[in-house]
């Protein structure tokens, strides 16, 4: 006797409509959100398996609410129409891509007719532009009350044409997470639409100088804020953020040993508790942790910082790079116990200084990770040797051992962050 065979045409409606949402969640959930063609989508793929599962897809609103078109391939208005009126009254996660060509005035016209009357009902919108701002201008003075996650990402390569957007200024008030690339926004004269946002990313190459410090000035419940910044002026705004607890900064290549030192010194961020730094140097990093004061920054909740370096460097190897010795504990960051070191260069220095044999104790740290890659910066093996002996030498003088991890860097690094994947090789 033969086991009975489940076949999809068998599954109870229940578990079809769990198995498309199911797909759905990743997509939502994945840094693209959603960009990916419309065939390969599950609500499609599942409403042509029969007749009795088409209806029961059609006729789940929930399946029919991650929007995304660019206007004009075959057909997208009408798929676009249909997704409208499945979802009924769902709450919308949308992706609007500008063509490569569209004939003048027609992304303005079909943004205002079909995408404006369903504006209130979209919770997540990205809006990828690449030409002009036509898609962009009939959202200036529109109000969004479900939205709560908007990224604007300019993806062309003019510089000098790019005017700042002007977006939902007659309200936002679920905000909660704004990221713009390459873009600048143009602030409302109704600053509290920017009051509840607590994540913000502003990553591209503008001149960050004022408009920084203006936006951040806008979000008083800002507590993850991401920056690139290329450049910092001498007499740079200082960006005071009292309730911000996450901070990542990508910092554009700066010779100078004082340069991240600079660029901590420009936030008053009293709350922070995690810090990333990607890009930095190793002579850098030392002259950060040696500091003995920054007058108007303090940061004594802050638990830990990464330090990345995101390319292979020639500090190790030419001169006019000297690296200084450091002498923990760092003063200014008297809570930190998590200290993160990727691809560092001078690695093989610091970690003598800070956890070597003759390394002045530290009693907060409370771990130390290390990523190196095989053939650079102090190589992963003379990494490991060093911290072997270190660990060693700590426990022979019955001093505290922070937990210490040694992985091998594969990925790039330019999007490192906290939840990268981590690969522990060594640990002590
Ligand atoms: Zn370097």
Same mark, same amino acid.
């Given at each position: 006797m033969s086991a009975p065979t489940t076949t999809i045409s068998s599954l109870p409606y229940e578990l079809l409509v769990a198995i498309a949402v199911a797909g759905q969640e990743n997509r939502v959930t994945e840094s693209d959100w959603g960009i990916g063609s419309t065939t390969s989508k599950s609500e499609w793929t599942l409403s042509q398996v029969s007749h009795r599962f088409r209806d029961v897809i059609v006729g789940a609103p929930a399946l029919w609410t991650l929007i995304e078109t660019d206007f004009i391939s075959e057909g997208s208005v009408e798929i676009l129409k249909l997704y409208f009126q499945r979802s009924r009254a769902s709450k919308l996660s949308v992706i609007l891509l500008e063509p490569s060509e569209a004939k003048d005035g027609l992304l303005r016209e079909r943004v205002t007719e079909i995408i404006l009357p369903q504006v209130h009902r979209i919770q997540r919108l990205k809006i990828v532009w690449d030409l002009d701002q036509e898609m962009l201008g009939p959202f200036r003075d529109v109000a969004v009350p479900h939205l709560e996650h908007l990224e604007i990402v300019y993806r062309g390569d003019e510089v000098a044409v790019r005017a700042p957007v002007a977006m939902f200024w007659s309200g936002a008030s679920r905000l909660t997470f704004l990221k713009i690339v390459r873009s600048t926004l143009q602030l409302s004269p109704q600053p509290s639409w920017m009051a509840s946002i607590t994540h913000l990313e502003l990553l591209g190459d503008y001149d960050p100088d004022i408009y920084l410090a203006a936006v951040t000035a806008q979000c008083p419940s800002l507590t993850r804020l991401h920056l690139d910044i290329t450049y910092v002026p001498p007499d740079a705004n200082r960006f005071h953020i009292p309730t911000l607890k996450f901070l990542y900064i990508s910092i554009q290549d700066n010779e100078r040993?004082?340069?991240? !030192?600079? =660029?901590?010194?420009? /936030?008053?961020?009293?709350?922070?508790?995690?810090?990333? %730094?990607?890009?930095?140097?190793?002579?850098?990093?030392?002259?950060?942790?040696?500091?003995?004061?920054?007058p108007q920054s303090s940061f004594p909740v802050l638990t830990s910082i990464s330090f990345i370096c995101t390319g292979s460097c020639s500090c190790e190897t030419e001169p006019g790079f000297p690296y200084h010795p450091l002498s923990p504990p760092p003063v200014i960051f008297p809570a930190l116990s998590h200290l993160i070191l990727i691809n560092q260069c001078h690695a093989y !220095?610091? =970690?003598?200084?800070? /956890?070597?044999?003759?390394?002045?104790?530290?009693?907060? %740290?409370?771990?130390?990770?290390?990523?190196?890659?095989?053939?650079?910066?102090?190589s992963f093996e003379g990494l490991g040797a060093a911290l072997e002996d270190a660990v060693k030498s700590k426990r022979q003088r019955g001093e505290p051992v922070p937990e210490v991890q040694l992985f091998r860097v594969v990925s790039s690094l330019e999007d490192w962050d906290e939840n990268s994947p981590v690969d522990v090789e060594r640990s002590w």
């Open positions: 040993a004082d340069y991240l !030192s600079h =660029i901590v010194a420009l /936030f008053d961020a009293p709350a922070l508790a995690e810090l990333i %730094l990607n890009g930095s140097h190793g002579d850098q990093v030392a002259f950060l942790l040696c500091l003995k004061s920054l !220095s610091l =970690i003598k200084d800070i /956890f070597g044999p003759a390394s002045h104790p530290w009693p907060p %740290l409370k771990t130390i990770t290390l990523g190196a890659k095989d053939n650079s910066n102090g």
